[in-house]
């Protein structure tokens, strides 16, 4: 800077000085603004990558929302985290050990399959009764096959039809567009209520195109025909009917569906214990006796930054989701322009 204002007088020394300056720092303001974007795309794909669905929000909300007002601030956040902490430290020596941690993981777990498995089989007995047209408590083949029929025929628009994944291109299986969610949310706002939640158990379920085909996709070519579905369809009959006598009582149906139901549990268990383990080492950053609160916070303020995209100090459903191919779109555009540089 000396050469270049040396031989100038003071006052146009000063002002130099100033533009100088100000060029500088005007050179970071493009820099800066792209840094923040950036940052706000790898929150969001923080997020994404561990679930960014209204239901995972809702999920979200539920959890730390203490005073019921279906919104959770950065306040009620931190001290929700800080009660969750304590209630971990069974001790009470201000760090959560790996026992401490996984056993108040493990009973958080339980009780969220244990409530989802009443569920299920309550809508299980429900189901029964609605294949079960003539209400005599006997589910025949044929009753059975016309619930399956419909299921199928809904997915292919015919029952000779095949069920592939472009059937999400028909009319049925359309997205409405942008003016018609408009003209929805404006007449009835959208509350938590609305909105289901992630399921625990994970069970698998017919009731999306990719689930069909994942359930009944017998030869694994992505997709179902109907010669192919009516085979899986008669063998689960078949299976389900104990007393090999033709026909399937509710009790008979709801056993079957509860041992698959257990099976599938137990498989999460498995899974979620393994990955609670995994997240313990993470969180226990400098490795001692256990998590201290310092600790516990980190994690948390990634978790709030990622859904608190619009940056209000507040997650609720104003919040846009997480969004892990703007993030993907935006890496490659930055990559792009790093090679162009090159």
């Not at 149906?253 to 257990?262: A, G, I, M, Q």
Request: glycine share 6%; net charge negative.
């Amino acid at each position: 800077m000396k050469s270049i204002i040396g031989n100038i007088s003071t006052p146009m020394k000063t002002l130099a000085s100033v533009l100088v300056v100000s060029t500088m720092l005007g050179g970071c303001a493009a820099p800066t603004a792209k840094v923040d974007a950036v940052d706000k795309q790898e929150r969001s794909k923080h997020q994404a990558d561990h679930g960014a669905s209204e239901g995972h929000r809702a999920a979200f909300i539920d959890e730390y929302d203490t005073n019921s007002d279906e919104q959770v601030t950065h306040t009620e956040f931190n001290q929700s985290r800080a009660a969750k902490l304590k209630a971990m430290d069974a001790n009470d020596n201000g760090l959560v050990d790996e026992t401490e941690y996984l056993d108040a993981f493990a009973a958080e777990l339980e009780k969220k399959i244990s409530t989802e498995r009443k569920d299920q089989v309550l809508q299980t007995e429900i189901r029964f009764q609605s294949i079960d047209k003539n209400a005599d408590g006997k589910m025949t083949w044929e009753e059975y096959w016309a619930s399956g029929e419909r299921t199928f025929t809904h997915f292919a628009k015919s029952a000779d039809g095949v069920v592939t994944l472009d059937a999400k291109d028909k009319e049925w299986d359309a997205a409405p567009n942008a003016d018609q969610n408009e003209t929805i949310d404006a007449e009835k706002p959208k509350s938590l209520a609305d909105i289901s939640r992630p399921s625990a158990i994970k069970m698998p379920s017919s009731h999306s195109l990719e689930g069909f085909i994942d359930i009944n996709d017998l030869n694994g070519d992505k997709q179902v025909t109907a010669d192919e579905f009516r085979q899986i369809r008669r063998g689960i009959f078949d299976e389900t009917d104990t007393g090999k006598d033709g026909w399937v009582n509710p009790e008979e149906y709801t056993l079957e569906f509860t041992n698959r139901l257990d099976r599938q549990a137990k498989q999460v268990r498995t899974g979620q214990m393994k990955q609670a383990k995994v997240r313990y080492t993470v969180l226990n950053t400098n490795k001692d006796a256990g998590i201290s609160l310092e600790e516990f916070n980190v994690s948390g303020e990634r978790i709030f930054s990622g859904w608190d995209l619009n940056d209000d100090d507040k997650v609720s459903l104003a919040d846009p989701l997480p969004q892990v191919k703007a993030y993907s779109q935006l890496t490659a555009t930055n990559n792009q322009k790093t090679v162009k540089a090159k």
